[in-house]
């Protein structure tokens, strides 16, 4: 057979919901639609599903913005694993999400009702891996507290139990941006903002640093303005706008008396991973998890990228995921 003919694209879905989402904040959404792509092919036995959850920003293909995790010969392979990712409730990649600033207060423990609505729908009952980094984390930590039998593994990375005030003092900021500014503008000026979190001061000393002494127009400067820009054209105001409020509201502990309560709950294996430069969720949070979690384990890895590092610090991952695993 040629490498050609096996190396098939992932599939990208719509999911028509026939029931409707009460939402924790007391309002309901009707007609939901979740996106979501699957990549390979279900064994027969039902035990090759690995659940892949997306960040604040990105989508439901995570070839697209992991692809040095999830591909052919990758850690997480197609020939090997039923691969699926949904978009999140509340963005604006298909799922159903704001078109305006009128939305519900969406949480992330209301986005797990739609992972379980697609989970019923391709007939899964048991998932052999599930793994996400950041508000990825966020969910699947949510759903592993909520179903504790369904994950065999977890693997959550540069995430926490409940968002800190630190966390929440950042998203403000940029709320505020979008608030006050043209809309366009604010969504520039809110990624800027974002971007001082998901990096750290030697991320920029390393690779923003002006050679010249000059007295303006710095490389430091060009580059948060790239960076907004480049969000500005991809992503919508009001889904960053909505869950960056989702990530604030996210706490394990709502439903079962405490972060500690909860986290004892789960019955997977676990690899939590930090980031030794993270800023945003510090690698004291990671060490939270992993202590509370019956069958952890915890990995700091060093990376000179902060938050960023679940996603560059692929080689060092993929290595730490497979011993995991085996």
């Not at 997480?76 to 691969?83: A, M």
């Not at 078109?99 to 379980?116: E, Q, R, S």
């Not at 969910?139 to 990375?157: C, K, N, R």
């Not at 979008?178 to 979190?197: F, H, Q, T, V």
């Amino acid at each position: 057979m040629s490498e050609t003919s096996v190396h098939i694209e992932p599939k990208s879905i719509i999911l028509k919901a026939k029931d409707p989402i009460v939402l924790e904040c007391g309002d309901t959404l009707q007609n939901v639609k979740i996106a979501y792509s699957t990549w390979g092919n279900l064994n027969d036995q039902k035990t090759n599903v690995v659940w892949i959850f997306h960040a604040l920003t990105a989508n439901g293909n995570p070839h697209e913005w992991w692809s040095d995790m999830v591909g052919y010969g990758k850690v997480i392979d197609p020939q090997k694993h039923f691969i699926i990712c949904a978009n999140m409730l509340g963005s604006c990649y298909g799922t159903t999400g704001p078109k305006n600033m009128n939305f519900p207060l969406v949480t992330v423990h209301d986005m797990i009702k739609a992972h379980k609505m697609l989970k019923s729908h391709l007939q899964i009952d048991h998932i052999h891996l599930g793994i996400g980094g950041s508000m990825g984390g966020q969910q699947l930590l949510e759903w592993a507290v909520q179903e504790p039998d369904l994950f065999e593994f977890i693997a959550p990375l540069a995430t926490n139990a409940y968002h800190s005030p630190w966390g929440i003092a950042f998203n403000e900021a940029q709320r505020m941006a979008l608030e006050n500014i043209d809309s366009a503008k604010g969504l520039e000026a809110a990624r800027a903002i974002a971007m001082l979190s998901y990096r750290h001061y030697d991320t920029y000393q390393a690779s923003q640093k002006d050679v010249d002494q000059r007295w303006d127009d710095f490389s430091a400067s060009s580059y948060q303005r790239y960076q907004g820009e480049k969000l500005r054209k991809r992503f919508s105001v009001q889904s960053y706008y909505y869950l960056s409020k989702a990530m604030d509201s996210h706490h394990l502990g709502r439903h079962f008396g405490s972060a500690e309560a909860a986290l004892k709950r789960i019955k997977s294996k676990a690899l939590v991973i930090g980031i030794n430069s993270d800023i945003l969720f510090p690698p004291h949070e990671q060490e939270f998890l992993a202590r509370w979690i019956p069958n952890a384990q915890v990995e700091i890895i060093s990376s000179k990228f902060g938050h960023d590092g679940f996603l560059t610090e692929a080689n060092t991952i993929t290595q730490l995921l497979k011993d995991f695993l085996s």
